[in-house]
């Protein structure tokens, strides 16, 4: 299929991550106008302002995240829902943070629809984590801080990963990962991206 094959060819090779990504239909997660362009690499608009990210972006993180399938992980920037369920079907339990009201009940809404029952999706401000179900074995941020949250740092389990870009809104960002030893935290930077705001409090809507 085109879009397996459009993955591949800009480096999303994970076996695990494609099979995922061949199972979750995107243009559920896209509605209105842009549905039917859910099976091109792009970002598109989705409600609130906000973007449902470009697939291989998605894959990349995806299978920089290198998720287990005993793992707990916190997604932070729920979006669409997409990329929570793509984690959903690699994990054994995916907790899933917007600042939107509105795209976490349209998230949820899906993922009931597809019966991906092992989604915890809340409104609330990611950028503080989710201390009570603490610590994560993977945490994927979806929205780019200038550095990474420390509540987030502090929320990774030890041998856990982080996944994130950072840097200024409106510039280049870099993608992230941080990985903790028990010493400390492992720094890489991956590649390049372009990411909404990380924005602090709850949104209008
Ligand atoms: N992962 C999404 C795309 C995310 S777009 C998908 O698969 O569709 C980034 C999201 O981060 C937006 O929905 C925005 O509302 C959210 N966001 C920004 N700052 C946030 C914060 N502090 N806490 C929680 N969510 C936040």
Known sequence: M??????????????????????????????????????EDMPLPIACGQTISQPSV????????????????LE???????????????????????RYRRLVAEARATFEAMGLVNIVAATSDGSFGLPEQSPF???????????????????????????????????VQSLIRVTRHETGYHYEELREVRFVPLVEGLGQD
């Not at 993977?138 to 200038?146: M, N, Y």
């Open 58 to 73: 998605v894959g990349l993180m995806t299978q920089a995240l290198d998720v287990q399938p005993r793992d707990k992980v």
């Open 76 to 98: 932070v920037g729920t979006g669409s829902g997409y990329q929570a369920a793509i984690l959903s079907l690699l994990a054994r339990r995916v907790y899933t943070v917007d």
């Open 137 to 171: 074995d993977r945490i994927l941020v979806t929205a780019a801080a200038e550095d990474p949250p420390p509540p987030l740092l502090a929320q990774l389990r030890v041998g856990g990963i982080m996944v994130l870009p950072v840097g200024q809104s409106d510039h």
């Open 2 to 39: 085109q879009f397996l094959f459009t993955l591949r060819s800009r480096g999303v090779t994970d076996r695990r991550t494609l099979e995922a990504m061949e199972r979750i239909d995107r243009s559920a997660f896209v509605r209105g106008l842009f549905a039917d362009r859910a099976w």
